[in-house]
């Protein structure tokens, strides 16, 4: 299944290219070798600063000028998968021994899907460009071939295409690996002085003019230039005093990074090595552009934490990062942006410098400490097999990874809720068919209602607010509490919440619903956005960020809902009880006065919370946990404890030279 998970993404990968127009697909190869591309031109192939790659590489692309435009194009693209498959199956035998053999049947096509969906793999197969040749060959010199010299060539030739490369010759030579390393260095000269007979004047230009390169392509300090010459350009600084900062950052990142990485690879973790080198060539490089960051998301070939349950945290986050856009990851909020804009190159430099990677003397290598699930109570749906399928962890999960997460799954859900649309006529259309099915039903109170609020001002600025504030705030309040609290009641709340909202993305995609504000002719006021023209179909600005036909169901009673159910259920105090039913009886009324939604979209709302309350029990089992023998003069402390008590610590097998009393087992 995963083989053919590989074979769709690398079909859709060529559609999409193929599919574009010729002046659009493979943008930088056009302006290369295209009909008037810079290397069709006689001189210079700096002129421009179209072409961005070293003399060589030139020299290397030059006899592809003489193929046809479409017959290169699909062949620059099929050999790029191609290219993309063998540094899979090259990474994937060389994780680091005892390797399972459920490991070793599904790394390969694994690492090939997660590097097709990668932003450098995507970026090199839209731009046409040769960045993924470079990672290629190195791996393959310190895992395929055989031989000092055949290693060294092809560490060279590497180099001669993507300079920085050179730091593995240094990688080589401090791992004891000399005569690799020299045979690297000649090697890179030699092509570099081929280069250089060939194309004096180019040579001149690009190694002496533009500092290997340094000024050439988009300007430096770009969002596409992820390194750390191009995070302090972003930051303000210019001149020789950051040319001095840039020298020694790059240097104390150096020196780390390859320390690092020389100690990786003495304890057989040659492919951690290699990945935390390549991240240092990626922060050190004067210009690291986006599709020269394959290395960070090797560096997932590393273990980080003592823990099961901590295992997943490092790779989850190198996939996420490497695969998304910032924006994704990152909410559009002003003191985020310099985070935001550095995020590759914060991954490079905590895989180069900062992440506390295993050693394979650990004791935990083979044998992390074991996660400490919940007992559940048997569910109705026990005897199924396979559900539930999932079994409940009482710790709280990682932070960052749960932040991360969550900030990812709404930004899916805001880009297909944006893209859920039909149409003004279609959703108009549903409009209709929703006020006649409440006329019929005599719950058409919506027009009574919304005027009703707008007669009185301070009712109408009471709804108004409410409506666009507490939607996000409430459930956020609520998830933030058991996290810190209950971790064991959070996930299984949160994934209630998860699934109702994927059940409402259905229904935007199967009933775009006109709410009553966009009904012409029904005279609705629209008291949140102001007069809306109904001479125009995207209705102003409003259309760009958000899909107004995802009416059907209400999320905004839907969520309400949702956080006056978790907080009947898990709060300890009556009034508190109390006050939560509140938040949604306010929303429902906000709703409808504000002319926002119909009855039935609340409706349609707690129709799926309730379906996320129902998969999550079926998958999960019930959220009440089974009872531990407790002994008696064991009595809950605290009225906010855990309304189940957290079951008898059992003793959990040592690794081996563990200290007996160490704070991992006391903590157990």
């Known amino acids: 299944m995963l083989w053919l998970v590989v074979a ?50 030139g020299l290397v692309l030059k006899p592809l000028t003489r193929m046809a435009e479409q017959s290169l194009g699909v062949a620059w693209t099929f050999g790029s998968l191609l290219l993309v498959a063998a540094l899979g199956i ?29 932003l450098p793999v995507r970026n090199a197969f839209h731009l046409g460009q040769t960045s993924i040749l470079p990672v290629l060959l190195v791996l393959l010199a310190c895992f395929a071939v055989r031989g000092e010299r055949a290693s060294g060539l092809l560490i060279g030739i590497a180099a001669a295409l993507q300079p920085t490369v050179l730091l593995f010759a240094v ?26 007979a060939a194309m004096p004047s180019d040579s001149w230009t690009y190694w002496v003019h533009h500092v ?62 290699v990945a935390v080198t390549g991240c240092v060539a990626v922060a050190v490089s004067p210009t690291a552009w986006q599709h020269q960051l394959l290395w960070v998301l090797l560096a997932v070939a590393g273990r980080v934490g003592k823990g099961a349950s901590d295992r997943l945290v490092w790779p989850a986050v ?50 992390p400490i074991p996660t400490d699930y919940a007992v559940p109570v048997p569910a109705r749906w026990s005897r199924v097999p396979l559900l539930p ?34 149409g003004r006529a279609t959703a108009e259309h549903h409009g209709r068919q929703i006020h006649s099915l409440e006329q019929w039903l005599h719950i058409d109170i919506e027009h009574w209602v919304n005027h009703a609020v707008v007669k009185v001002a301070w009712l109408k600025d009471f709804f108004d607010y409410y409506y666009s504030t507490f939607h996000f705030i409430v459930p956020l309040a609520i998830l933030g509490v058991l996290y810190v609290r209950r971790p064991a009641d959070y996930r299984w709340v949160r994934s209630s919440i998860g699934f109702a909202t994927l059940l409402a993305l259905v229904g935007f995609w199967l009933y775009p619903l006109a709410p009553p504000r966009l009904m012409p002719g029904l005279g609705f006021i629209d008291t949140v956005h102001g007069v809306q ?88 089992g019930p959220r009440r946990l089974r009872l531990p023998a407790v002994p008696a003069a064991a009595k809950p402390q605290d009225d906010l404890a855990v309304s189940v008590p957290v079951p008898v610590p059992v003793p959990v097998p040592r690794p081996t030279g563990e200290a007996v009393g160490s704070k991992q087992h006391q903590g157990l």
């Open 90 to 118: 090259v990474a994937a035998r060389a994780l680091p021994g005892p390797v399972t053999r459920r490991t070793s049947l599904l790394a390969a096509p694994v690492a090939i899907s997660l590097l097709m969906l990668s």
């Open 8 to 57: 769709a993404l690398a079909v859709r990968q060529m559609a999409v290219v193929l599919r574009q127009p010729p002046g659009e697909r493979l943008t930088d190869l056009e302006t290369w070798i295209g009909e008037n591309g810079v290397l069709h031109v006689t001189g210079s192939l700096y002129d421009s600063d179209r072409f961005t790659g070293t003399p060589f590489a």
């Open 389 to 422: 399928f999932w079994r409940r962890v009482l710790s709280r999960p990682n932070l960052l990874l749960e932040l991360l997460l969550i900030r990812v799954v709404y930004s899916a859900y805001a880009h297909v809720r944006l893209a859920a649309t039909a």
């Open 212 to 273: 290997a390169g340094a000024g050439l392509g988009d300007n430096p300090d770009s969002l596409a230039n992820q390194s750390l010459h191009g995070a302090l350009l972003r930051f303000g600084l210019a001149g020789p005093l950051e040319i001095v900062l840039f020298a020694v950052l790059a240097a104390a990142v150096c020196y780390l990074g390859l320390r690092r990485a020389v100690r990786y690879a003495r304890d057989g973790q040659l492919l951690l090595a």
């Open 533 to 620: 023209d109904f001479a125009k179909p995207d209705y102003g600005t409003l259309t760009a960020m958000t899909n107004q036909y995802a009416a059907m169901p209400s999320l905004h009673f839907g969520w309400s809902l949702w956080c006056g159910v978790v907080i009947v259920m898990l709060a300890p105090k009556l009034w508190m009880k109390a006050l939560g039913l509140l938040h949604p009886l306010f929303t429902v009324s906000a709703i409808v006065a504000t002319a926002n939604h119909w009855v039935l979209d609340a409706v349609g709302g707690a129709a799926v919370v309730a379906l996320g309350f129902g998969l999550t029990h079926v998958l999960s």
């Open 318 to 367: 190198v996939v996420l990062v490497i695969t998304l856009p910032g924006k994704m990851l990152l909410p559009n909020i002003a003191a985020v942006f310099p985070l935001r804009d550095n995020v590759l190159l914060i991954a490079a430099l905590g895989a180069a410098c900062a992440a506390p990677f295993l050693p394979r003397t650990s004791p935990y290598w083979q044998r």
């Open 171 to 196: 990688l080589l030579w401090l791992t004891g690996r000399r005569r690799a390393a020299v045979t690297g260095g000649t090697a890179f000269a030699a092509c570099t002085a081929l280069a250089w």
